[in-house]
């Protein structure tokens, strides 16, 4: 878009022998009264808006941070018209949730501990070339527009999705790219002085990765992967980066707000001297059910011993040993190598398969790895049964439900 007021930025993504992806960033025209709005375009086809708005009053009855993270699929971005009864868009599908799922987990960490103001951010997939994805590409309109909205937020955060294609990893892959992939992973981070903190990483393998494999594709091996993250880093530099211009023209003053702390450093400096060593039997139990009672039961008697010095404050003590817990446990896990459950740090725990656990379902498993345990059910039907799907993503059909 052009106009006045609008300010951009670009960044250039060099994917080597798979050419350059281009992400174009705005801000300026779109939503003046929301705090906070931003468009982002990857090659001029793929167009994506983010708005964010924060309330004025904190929500003081509330223990956590209200953060909404909503993703608006539209199908005029496709050129369709919606397939239901009505012809109007329904509800958010499988891939809108998944993808505000994606953009909320790096940008909550990044909001300034204790805040209770009520912040919404808002991304509609404004317009989609049919072999893009646009999920990590909203990641950086969100960052944005949250960057600029005046809130105690130390962004901004980049986010690309990396995939492993002829042994190359390449950046905001195409679908058709990803197709040949052994290996596709979202990665997500912010800058940290000269080098890249990443914030997340969700990975997974294409549908055909196996024949790819099996054909000659590179494996991803725990080596791969990490250069596969390593790779991501420049990239994250360089969308930050170009967020960082709009930001340092366009942003506006970071603005006064409450903050509500879990505890005080004076509480939690004595529930630490209260505790002691009281943490190591603890440290040494490993059932997780034996251990959560040890450490219930040690929490109970430290905040009934400084319930004079700290009346009326049962909830923050509690909060304050439970977090000396874990800052005791980690350090215990770097300096005696031993995990909770006895594990080292390079051990995982073994994992159980038992196939056909229930009977007359078309399919059923139950996984088990610790305690942790899934029943998977799959429901296969005739094509003229298979559901219909009414998204933006290429997969339009469904035969194969996995509960």
């Known amino acids: 878009m052009e106009g006045p007021d609008v300010h951009t930025s670009e960044a250039v993504i060099d994917n080597g022998s798979f050419g350059t992806r281009t992400i174009r960033l705005e801000t300026g025209l779109l939503a003046r009264q929301a705090n906070g709005a931003a468009l982002a375009y990857l090659d001029g086809e793929t167009t994506v808006f983010s708005a964010t708005t924060a309330s004025k009053s904190p929500k003081e009855h509330f223990d ?143 549908e055909h990765a196996d024949n790819v494999i099996k054909a000659g594709g590179t494996k991803p091996t725990e080596d791969v992967v990490a250069q596969g993250l390593e790779a991501a880093k420049p990239v994250i530099r360089t969308l930050c980066e170009a967020q960082l211009k709009l930001i340092e023209e366009c942003a506006k003053p970071v603005g006064d707000f409450p903050f509500f702390p879990d505890y005080t450093e004076e509480q939690y400096a004595a529930v630490e001297a209260q505790v002691g060593d009281r943490f190591d039997p603890i440290l040494g139990i490993v059932a997780k059910a034996e251990r959560d009672d040890a450490l219930n039961e040690l929490t109970a008697a430290v905040v009934a011993e400084l319930a004079e010095q700290f009346p009326e404050e049962e909830k923050s003590l509690a909060l304050a040993v439970n977090a000396n817990f874990k800052k005791v446990m980690r350090r215990h896990v770097l300096t005696a190598g031993v995990r909770m459950d006895g594990r080292t740090p390079a051990e995982i725990r073994s994992i159980s398969a038992e196939a056909g656990v229930l009977p007359r379902v078309h399919g059923s498993a139950l996984f088990q790895r610790g305690e942790t345990q899934i029943l998977g059910v799959t429901t296969l039907n005739m094509l003229k049964m298979e559901q219909q799907l009414d998204n933006l993503s290429p997969v339009t059909r469904k035969r194969y439900i996995h509960h």
Not at 141 to 147: D, F, K, M, Y
């Open 64 to 206: 956590f941070f209200p953060l909404t993270v909503d993703v608006e699929e539209r199908s005029y971005a496709a050129g369709r018209i919606p397939g239901s009864f009505f012809r109007r868009e329904g509800r958010p599908g499988t891939e809108a949730i998944l993808a505000a799922r994606q953009i909320d987990r790096p940008l909550r960490p990044a909001f300034k501990k204790g805040m209770r103001n009520e912040v919404q951010v808002v991304v509609t997939v404004m317009s989609i070339h049919p072999d893009e994805q646009y999920d990590v590409l909203a990641i950086n309109a969100a960052s944005l527009s949250t960057s600029l909205a005046g809130l105690p937020f130390d962004g901004p955060v980049g986010g690309t999705r990396m995939a492993l294609v002829d042994g190359e990893w390449v950046a905001f892959p195409r679908w058709s790219e990803v197709d040949r992939a052994t290996f596709s992973m979202s990665v997500a981070g912010r800058l940290s002085g000269d080098d890249v903190a990443i914030m997340m990483v969700e990975a997974s393998a294409p």
